[in-house]
């Protein structure tokens, strides 16, 4: 054997965060130890590793189901039967809506959230549309959840009337009525009768449903609107805290205790695409609310919050839409580790139209999977003692409060959004969002990153223009993917009338082991415009080169290859490229200080990481003539 000595310290993981720290800025090189941290959206700062120190958890948190509860509000969490499977339904005509409903009841969905509404929900006019939509329904034992895009009021009184009919008792009755007067006001931009006044006629509806129907919660905090226009995790948590504080107070005005509007109320919140920070935002919402109502003199009973999660409408794509199914799954997964009572998953097809009975199987049986074969049910709060996500629960609680805190000096939720305020927060946060999604640093696979041109288009009935924006006011829904998609319709529009795609020739320098890298990213760039690459590796001369481009008749070329490469070949290559009819000539890669130098060759732009691609295939577009 030999006599090497062994070093057995190195042999082992660090014992310590401060021995750790030594390795890491040994590996780094130099660089600074924050190269290694990552910003997320509503200024938090994501650490490479967290220590107990960071979690602060000398004081254990309460156990699931004691107050704040960060765990969870039950005992046991998910464990006795799982969260509800609660699928939406928003199918225009009542008939088919109710038929959709039968067969979800009958292959594992549990709850319902109906969105009723001329414009973006089931038409639902009067008693017996209620009835028909709701035959199949067994009221007594079926959580049944509404969101009106109009005054609430009616469609809850549909609702009892429909319960009566089907004699249901009333104390069995369990769900939510959906008066949610600032989710009108944040989604059209009024409310019908004012907010207070809206308010004062639910006083009623509030203390009958207390005393004869305690599971059937009168009010509804829902983050639609703010998400789909763009809010940050942050903020989101933030404004449904602001929203419920605006109900308790308006409540306490009409004569209801803060105890029985509590009580009375239902949270429903989007997951985003940020797994961990959407996990942390769940649990940061029971602890905020939590923490407001006993601050207004509530029981702990009143304290726990039911809260409803639904996958989020802005991170899904029209285009390559089959990537919305790992999406759904991603943001079903970190809802249930977070702790949601009730779960709706999105079909794929959401952001095309109307879905289809396909759809609405696999984002059925995306939960029933991730309950019944993954078993996620079996552990009362899964997340619990992670060092990360408790660190991250409480940097976005406290964010949440500071933003809570402004709302509140500016008048409260009501008030931030008549002045505009929520709009702005809004706009600010898109742009810079915008900003990313357009340099690919927030990248959307099958859309930005890894497109697909040879789709199959997936086709639905399409759905009435979103919202019924009355005012300015009205909050603007957005999706992540909606500026690249509008270039990859210019060029699906283009391949109608001309027979084939924009197309760009691909002048690949140097062997394949040497250009392959760039050029394929340069490929996934110009396809995500809609733009055709057409592939050619390597020349033995700029002759041949150019006789290839007058063959492919692409009137855009990109050179591609080793930066090394470039001084040789730029000045020759351009020009017998741009003799033989190319438009546009390109170079792959920062030109640095060979800038000039390419540009007075004929180079007309370059193309690479972290510049902004929409602007550049906008501007291709408008030059290829595509739009």
């Not at 419920?244 to 429903?268: I, K, W």
């Not at 060029?491 to 040497?514: C, I, K, W």
Request: net charge neutral; with cysteine; glycine share 8%.
């Amino acid at each position: 054997m030999s006599q090497t000595p062994l070093h057995i310290a190195q042999d082992f993981p660090p014992t310590s965060v401060e021995e750790w720290r030594r390795l890491v800025d040994k590996d780094l090189k130099g660089k600074p130890f924050t190269s290694l941290q990552s910003a997320l959206e509503g200024g938090l700062t994501l650490q490479p590793l967290y220590s107990r120190e960071d979690a602060g958890t000398a004081t254990p948190p309460e156990p699931p189901g004691v107050a704040p509860f960060l765990r969870g509000t039950r005992p046991l969490g998910l464990t006795e039967g799982g969260w509800l499977v609660c699928q939406e339904y928003s199918e225009p005509d009542v008939a088919v809506a109710a038929e959709v409903i039968r067969v979800d009841l009958a292959r594992g969905v549990s709850g319902l959230w109906l969105r009723l509404g001329e414009s973006q929900g089931t038409r639902v006019r009067d008693a017996s549309d209620m009835e028909r939509l709701l035959a199949h329904v067994p009221l007594s034992k079926t959580p049944v959840h509404l969101e009106s895009e109009s005054n609430p009021l009616p469609a809850a009184a549909l609702l009892l009337r429909a319960a009566e009919r089907q004699q249901a008792p009333r104390e069995s009755l369990r769900g939510c009525l959906g008066v949610d007067p600032l989710g009108a006001l944040a989604r059209t931009g009024s409310v019908q009768s004012g907010l207070q006044g809206l308010l004062g006629e639910a006083a009623q509806l509030v203390t009958s449903t207390r005393k004869s129907s305690p599971g059937l919660r009168a009010l509804l905090v829902s983050t639609r609107a703010f998400a789909q226009a763009g809010a940050t995790s942050v903020h989101e948590l933030a404004w449904a805290i602001a929203t419920g504080v605006e109900y308790l107070r308006g409540l306490e005005r009409a004569g209801v205790s803060p105890e029985d509007t509590a009580r009375s109320l239902q949270f429903s919140l989007s997951v985003g695409s940020q797994f961990f920070p959407e996990i942390a935002k769940l649990r940061a919402a029971r602890l905020l609310w939590s923490k407001v109502v006993a601050a207004s003199g509530g029981s702990a009973e009143a304290q726990a919050m039911v809260l409803h999660a639904r996958t989020a409408a802005a991170t899904k794509s029209r285009k390559d839409p089959w990537v919305n199914i790992l999406r759904a799954t991603s943001e079903s997964f970190a809802a249930v580790i977070g702790g949601a009572d009730s779960i709706t998953t999105s079909p794929f097809d959401e952001a095309i139209g109307l879905p289809d009975e396909s759809s609405r199987r696999i984002a059925r049986n995306t939960q029933l999977i991730l309950r019944d074969e993954s078993s996620l049910n079996r552990v009362a709060d899964p997340a619990g003692g992670s060092y990360y996500i408790e660190t991250l629960t409480s940097d976005l609680a406290r964010a949440a409060w500071t933003e809570l805190r402004r709302i509140e000096a500016l008048g409260g939720m009501a008030s931030a959004l008549e002045k505009g305020d929520i709009a702005r927060v809004l706009a600010e946060t898109c742009a810079a969002r915008d900003k990313a999604v357009r340099t690919r640093r927030l990248p959307i696979v099958g859309v930005s990153e890894f497109p697909h041109l040879d789709e199959v288009p997936v086709l639905r009935t399409p759905r009435s223009p979103e919202g019924q924006q009355e005012t300015s006011a009205a909050l603007r829904p957005t999706r992540l993917s909606e500026p690249f998609e509008s270039l990859r319709d210019a060029s699906d529009r283009y391949l109608a009338a001309h027979g084939q795609r924009p197309r760009a020739f691909m002048a690949n320098l140097g062997t394949v082991a040497e250009h392959t890298t760039r050029a394929m990213w340069i490929a996934n760039a110009l396809a995500a415009g809609g733009i055709e690459p057409v592939q050619h590796h390597g020349f033995t001369d700029a002759a041949q080169a150019a006789e290839l481009l007058a063959a492919s008749g692409a009137q855009l070329v990109v050179i591609s290859g080793p930066d090394g490469l470039y001084p040789e070949w730029v000045p020759g290559l351009t020009a017998a490229l741009k003799a033989k009819g190319a438009r546009i000539v390109a170079l792959a890669g920062r030109p640095g200080e060979q800038e000039s130098a390419y540009r007075a060759a004929g180079v007309d732009l370059f193309i690479y990481a972290g510049a902004d691609l929409l602007a550049t295939l906008c501007s291709l577009h408008t030059q290829l003539g595509v739009s």
